[in-house]
């Protein structure tokens, strides 16, 4: 099965927190180039602003991007935010290069309440230190926040 199953009966409406991993095409290395990384950027904001979500982290990995996204009002619709993220960054991304940008599907997370939203954005933050491409979180240039500084999502967590 190439998609995901979505929770039953939960309708992805509202203010729900949702955690999100998207491949890349056959897991193409495709955000090591900085432009390309930019742009896929611009349509994911552009899509959250006119759908109501806000970014709170995110981390354009190689071959895949994780967001932390958040409904800002009851009608903030997740599987339409998605699709239409991906549709624009995809089809910029094929204008340029005559290639498909994104594998199809995706996978969601719905936080939890109890669920700790900066762990959840440090844990975003902090994946291109566990795949080795950074030693230091903070270095790694296709990752960040719309809503916090890098320094107070991984200064945030006591041990």
Known sequence: MSRAPRIQGFSYLGP?????TFCTH???????????VAETLVHFR??????????????????????L?????????LRRFVKLAKQRSGAAYSIKTGKPLWQ???????????EDIKDVA??????????A????????????SDAWTISEILESFQW
């Open 104 to 114: 199809e599907g995706y996978h969601d997370h719905a936080l939890r309440k109890d």
């Open 133 to 144: 491409l950074v030693s230091h979180a903070g270095d790694y240039p296709y990752s960040g």
């Open 69 to 77: 996204v958040e409904g800002r009002t009851e009608g903030a619709d």
């Open 122 to 131: 440090r844990y975003i933050l902090e994946n291109p230190v566990r795949a």
């Open 26 to 36: 056959s897991r193409r290395q495709t955000f090591f180039d900085g432009d390309i």
């Open 46 to 67: 552009k899509t959250a602003e006119q759908e109501a979500f806000a970014i709170l982290a995110y981390c354009l990995m190689p071959d895949h991007a994780h967001l």
């Open 16 to 20: 729900y927190r949702y955690f999100l």
